[in-house]
Every structure is written in C-alpha cells, then in structure tokens.
C-alpha cells in the first residue's frame, strides 16, 4: 500500500506561482508513474501532467506545458508540481497519483490518491 500526500496548496494572485508536492510513502519503489491531476467543481478529475518514477520523462496537459513543470526526488520520494503564471481558470483541487504494476502479468495496474490540496487564483 502506498500512502501520498500533498502540500502547498493556497490562495495566490494571477500570475503568482505556487508549488505543489506529494509524499509518497509505503513502498514507493515499485511506483512507475507520478501524476498530478484536478478536479473543477462538478467536473471530472483531469490529468495535468505525468512523470515516468525511473527516468524523469515528463507529459503536460495541452496547454499546460511551459507554464506547470513536474518533477520527481527518487531520493527524498516525492513529485512536485510547480505552476507559473497562475490564473483565474486553475482553481481547483489539485491531486497527487501514484500508479504501480498489478501483482502479476495481465493484472491492471493500481492507483493511489492523495487527499487533495485547493489551490485558488483570485485578486
């Protein structure tokens, strides 16, 4: 079992930037991929980037990619999303995912969730 949890969520002006991190604890060495996701009001949860555990490789959201910048500490096991350039339209919840191999061959991967942090753009 994997336990995340993020922080540094908040309250910061348009075109502020805000970084987010996830610790992930448990057994973070057979995680494969770190994703960071957000969920507006009454809408789905969507995928804002992604980050492959081993080498780093990276993957944006259409639009996102320049101003977010995901990374991951393999050390310290954590992922962390910075966001530059925040705007109004990037309220809301933002949640940490880590996705590991099911236990055997033809088995779906498992995903894990943080609890959320709120993040709000507003002057």
């Known amino acids: 079992q994997l336990q995340l949890v993020e922080s540094g969520g908040g309250l910061v002006q348009p075109g502020e930037s805000l970084t987010l991190s996830c610790a992930v604890s448990g057994s973070p060495f057979s995680i494969s991929y770190l994703r960071w996701y957000r969920q507006f009001p009454e809408k789905q949860r969507e995928l804002v980037a992604g980050?492959?555990?081993?080498?780093?490789?990276?993957t944006y959201a259409e639009g996102l990619e320049g101003r977010f910048i995901i990374s991951r500490d393999k050390d310290k096991n954590t992922v962390s999303l910075e966001m530059n350039n925040l705007k109004p339209e990037d309220t809301a919840i933002y949640y940490c995912n880590a996705e590991e191999p099911g236990t055997y061959i033809n088995d779906p991967p498992l995903n894990y969730w943080g609890q959320g942090t709120q993040v709000t753009v507003s002057s």
């Open positions: 980050i492959t555990r081993r080498g780093g490789k990276a």
